[in-house]
């Protein structure tokens, strides 16, 4: 026992433990089925967090457009669906049948060539993965390769979001436009809109984002996760000693393109829709926001505060409805400007040493009082020898 509670303490997996505790234990006993719902699609936005973290925290690189990641992922996993909604049987009243409802009413007449590999689902899962990670190593390699960064990489990624979110918009014959992909029901014949499908993907999203943490953990404590550190904080220095800087920047950058694009397709099963409104500047600023009120130099942190920036989100919706974008906002300046490190500084700083006080003054025995000390013994006068008393003879 004490070999597993020290290899744990070593490998930083107590906050692990302990997340895993709320979203398997904790949510789904206290949560009815509509709020759990609600906290599922809430982590599928902490993917987004957590490859910020890998990139922004460790990688000094900060990206204003993770949504173009999220979208490419939910749409991919949508285009399947939806060809499954649009069996030549359930299309048969359009004018050509087996073609999803928004290409038959902008006239198009065939599915078009690229559609094609989302009809089998393994390869629809490779695409995902795929298409995401290679878009961001074309964008990384353009420019990391010639040394852009900062705040002009944030401004291009921004740009990349927005070229998207119109490109989307304007092919709504075959992307659905503004209203985007809906009415997705079933999954390989599984009906996703009932309860016990809703409870499996919730659960199947909590595992997927705690195999992600621990993922990303071990990429930390590697030599890796040294550099890249070494990389944020003197780039020059970790150039002159041989690495190249631009290469482990686009491995930081694919990643997190790749964990957005699973968190994309997680949230589509989910909801049952994608849209264009999930892809843009917009949504894409909210995720780095997920990132810096959980503490971009924190894993577990970054699922904190994705999971409290939505309901947050949720709340103010439903209670100010006029001014809750004024409170989002609020909260957002309040924690960043009082807590510079997020969730994870709070507890770092404050509750940790506080909770190690309170254990170890409980672990510690009580001090007993001395014991008593023995009576003193009075002296006895030396006994002299005959003749030696002191009386004259």
């Given amino acids: 026992m004490n070999r597993l509670k020290q290899w744990i303490e070593r490998n930083g997996l107590g906050s692990v433990l302990l997340l895993a505790l709320v979203l398997l234990l904790v949510f789904p006993l206290s949560l009815d ?6 906290v599922g699609k809430y982590l599928s936005y902490a993917f987004v967090a957590l490859g910020l973290v890998m990139l922004w925290g460790y990688g000094g690189v900060l990206s204003l457009g993770q ?26 009243i359009q004018s050509t049948p087996g073609i999803p409802d928004f290409m038959d009413w902008n006239q198009i007449t065939a599915l078009p060539l690229w559609w094609t590999p989302f009809q089998s689902f393994p390869l629809t899962l490779l695409l995902i993965l795929v298409v995401p990670t ?22 291009i990624t921004q740009a990349v979001a927005l070229i998207l979110t119109v490109l989307i918009i304007g092919q709504q ?25 809703k409870y499996i993907l919730y659960f199947l999203t909590c595992g997927l984002l705690l195999a992600s943490i621990v993922l990303c953990a071990w990429i930390q404590r590697s030599k890796l996760g040294t550099l890249l550190l070494a990389m944020r904080d003197k780039e020059d220095r970790v150039r002159f000693s041989g690495y190249d800087v631009a290469m482990f920047r686009i491995f930081a950058f694919c990643l997190a393109a790749m964990l957005s694009a699973v968190g994309g397709a997680m949230f589509t099963l989910q909801v049952g829709f994608m849209s264009p409104s999930l892809v843009g500047i917009v949504p894409s600023i909210e995720m780095v926001i997920f990132a810096a009120v959980g503490g971009r130099m924190s894993l577990v942190g970054a699922v904190y505060g994705a999971l409290l920036v ?11 409805p006029d001014l809750w974008l004024f409170l989002m906002a609020a909260m957002f300046l309040g924690v960043v400007l009082a807590f510079p490190d997020g969730l994870a500084g709070v507890y770092n700083k404050h509750i940790k040493p506080w909770l190690s006080r309170r254990f170890a003054a409980r672990g510690k025995p009580a001090v007993s009082a001395p014991p008593p000390a023995p009576p003193a013994v009075a002296a006895k006068p030396p006994t002299l020898p005959t003749g030696l008393s002191g009386q004259q003879t």
């Fill in 33 to 38: 089925l509509f709020r759990l719902n609600l």
């Fill in 67 to 92: 949504g173009v990641f999220f979208g490419l992922g939910g749409y991919g996993m949508a285009m399947f669906l939806k060809l499954e909604a649009s069996d030549p049987l359930t299309t048969k």
């Fill in 134 to 155: 290679l878009l961001a190593f074309l964008i990384g390699y353009a420019m990391f390769k010639r040394r852009v960064g900062g705040v002009y990489f944030a401004i």
């Fill in 173 to 197: 014959g075959y992307t659905g436009g503004v209203n985007g992909m809906t009415d997705l029901k079933t999954l390989m014949g599984w009906d996703t809109r009932t309860d016990s499908a």
């Fill in 310 to 320: 939505n309901f947050g989100k949720t709340y103010f919706s439903e209670s100010f």
